[in-house]
């Protein structure tokens, strides 16, 4: 009797640890992914407080953080043909920027290397 409630309650621990994981990894998936943008500023607006980088217009909202070689900076500093790098989320259907970084710290930042 004790071995059949032992076996029990390993099979009751492992379905239990079975669904949240199944649950979890399916909230990762709908979860949006930051894939960052990195390349020239090619415009401004600093009415519709927006920028473009790498052809992708992001919204910048009063939470972004705008670096200029590691130091702070507004929007209104961003010049078109700037390298950026941008991280972003998406935020009721917009892509809005966490965090714009230009200058030395945004060059340095590495690209990726495709795999062949």
């Known amino acids: 009797m004790r071995s059949l409630t032992r076996s029990l309650l390993v099979l009751t621990v492992a379905t239990a640890f079975s669904i949240f994981t199944s649950d979890a990894s399916a909230a990762d998936k709908k979860a949006p992914k930051d894939a ?7 415009a401004v607006d600093k009415e519709a407080k927006t920028v ?8 910048v909202d009063d939470t972004t953080l ?5 130091k702070p900076a507004k929007l209104e ?3 078109i043909g700037t390298d950026a790098t941008v991280a972003t989320f998406m935020l009721g259907g917009k892509l809005t920027a966490t965090s714009i970084k230009t200058g030395t710290v945004a060059a340095a930042v590495p690209t990726t290397k495709k795999k062949k």
Do not use: C, Q, R, W
Request: net charge positive.
């Open 36 to 42: 960052g943008l990195h390349g020239k500023i090619t």
């Open 52 to 59: 473009t980088v790498a052809g992708k217009t992001v919204a």
């Open 66 to 70: 705008i670096t200029d070689s590691g």
């Open 77 to 79: 500093n961003l010049k």
